[in-house]
DNA sequence: GTGCGGACTATACGATCGTATAGTATCGAT
DNA sequence: ATCGATACTATACGATCGTATAGTCCGCAC
């Protein structure tokens, strides 16, 4: 047989590529990245790239899939264990509470996807239609629900879900966007536990009035 | 001499490429933007283009202060208009009101700047570093005395000054960000009079508790 | 052991990139 | 009238882009 040894190999040499890719597209975007690059970060020959992405939009799709999948693998379980289980409001208000530093953690730690997010975010094309299809579209849905259902138990306050979800979306993404710009301007940088414990507190601090 | 209309003419021109250049940086990033490309957007030949901005880095940073210069020139006056005014308690809420409301107007209908420290905050590199140095350093500084200001004036929580900033921030500039993602997915441009209304009023909601 | 198919690689090609340089048109000063 | 400077344009060049194609290697069926 082809042997389970070789097939993961393979598997891991594909995967590697789509890392790469996953980096450079989210900080050099569609027309910085180029095959080369991406082969040159991964390890691998230009050609092997080329092989087993045969253009450069689908070695975009399949990226921005792979990324999304990690993303998605990772954060909604934090939504589970909150929806599922009920608490006392004050374990509620804690729960949210871990929720935003789960994601601004997880969001640091792979923040790729909001940096391709935001790349395609900025001009209309088809890219942009594709991602919103694809993924940013179920996004916005889950996320409304996400927000109505903290609504509901009474640990978020009671104002237009939509704006809210922008809102908190916007705290706690841009904070990861302009986190290089941050670390210049103050010396100090934003994914330090510290910081972001601070952060989310000062944004607790806001949302304190349901 | 040269005739005044002549140089009329002439920074007419220059500043068509600038403006072309502007549009192009934010929306496909450094790499992205040719010479040949915003030459044509800008109705120019590329060797004109290559004549008043010596190589790519020049026309970007010429075009980086070019869309701050504008912006600065906007945006400060309603800054001043509140600092020098005394007001009552209400007015000052209804002033800061208005504020958001400015920046987000202006934002909406000169996105560039935005879009560019977007684009350039995904990457460290010498560009963000120019940027930092240039303009965003003082930014940062003066948003700062801005929210402390809000603050010492009883307009605005008294939480971290530097979260808060990056909260409204992220809450005004992610909603421009990802304006034609919202588009997309709801089929409402968040550029419109209500829904620019109805997002600061829900943001408003959230700070009412100074 | 021969042939074949799939995994990978090397090379080639036209287009476009940023840049350098050579050329032209205009105009005031001499 | 001519010269020189300025403002602009046309052309050229090497590098790199995305892509297409040809070639190499190797495990397996027969």
Not at 97 to 102: K, P, S, V
Request: net charge negative; proline share 4%; glycine share 6%.
């Amino acid at each position: 047989m082809a042997s389970k040894n070789s097939m993961a190999k393979a598997n891991e040499r594909r995967e590697a590529v789509l890392k790469a890719a996953a980096h450079l597209f989210g900080q050099l975007g569609f027309d910085g990245t180029s095959f080369s690059i991406v082969a040159e970060q991964a390890g691998e020959k230009k050609s092997f790239v080329q092989y087993h992405f045969e253009n450069k939009d689908v070695l975009w799709r399949e990226t921005v899939s792979y990324v999304w999948l990690q993303r998605n693998n990772a954060l909604p379980r934090y939504i589970e264990d909150i929806s599922l289980q009920r608490h006392s409001p004050a374990d509620n208000k804690t729960m949210i509470r871990e929720l935003c530093r789960n994601i601004l953690q997880f969001t640091f730690a792979h923040p790729e996807w909001v940096k391709i997010m935001f790349q395609e975010a900025s001009a209309p094309g088809p890219r942009l239609d594709w991602l919103v299809k694809e993924f940013i579209g179920t996004d916005f849905i889950e996320g409304r629900a996400m927000i109505e259902l903290g609504q509901h138990h009474g640990v978020l306050p009671k104002v237009h879900a939509m704006d809210l979800l922008h809102i908190l979306s916007g705290a706690l993404l841009y904070l990861v966007s302009v986190a290089p710009v941050t670390e210049r301007v103050l010396g100090v940088s934003p994914d330090s536990p510290e910081y972001m414990e601070r952060h989310i507190d000062t944004l607790m601090t806001l949302l304190q009035q349901a």
